[in-house]
Nanobody, 125 residues
């Protein structure tokens, strides 16, 4: 059974940092694009960041560029999201995801194959 399990969410003050981690199991994800989406209450799900299977290519939403860094460790089947200079508008449920192509990360998130259950990030002002 394929699973993506996130951890590291929580409550932090504005300006603070959090590191989200995701462990994938059930098969190897070393050839998949992996990434993060988020969804705030009442808002649409939005792309946050993604990373190629080799780690050589990354992309991030304009709203998080310069503040969030995505990385992965294929030996451990993990992907992480280091979040700094957090803002109240970063408050959302963050989802770890994986797919064999970039399509879902750059255009239609509904096509992304695998999703974690989500972890809550709350940034207080």
């Amino acid at each position: 059974q394929v699973q993506l399990v996130e951890s590291g969410g929580g409550l932090v003050q504005a300006g603070g940092s959090l590191r989200l981690s995701c462990v994938a199991s059930g098969r190897t994800f070393s050839r998949d694009v992996m990434g993060w989406f988020r969804q705030a209450p009442g808002l649409a799900r939005e792309f946050v960041a993604a990373i190629s299977w080799s780690g050589g290519s990354t992309c991030a939403a304009d709203s998080v560029k310069g503040r969030f860094t995505i990385s992965r460790d294929n030996a451990k089947n993990t992907v992480s999201l280091q979040m700094t200079s957090l803002k109240p508008e970063d408050t959302a449920v963050y989802y770890c995801t994986a797919d064999q192509t970039w399509r879902g990360f750059v255009s239609d998130y509904t096509t992304v194959d695998y999703w974690g259950q989500g972890t809550q990030v709350t940034v207080s002002s």
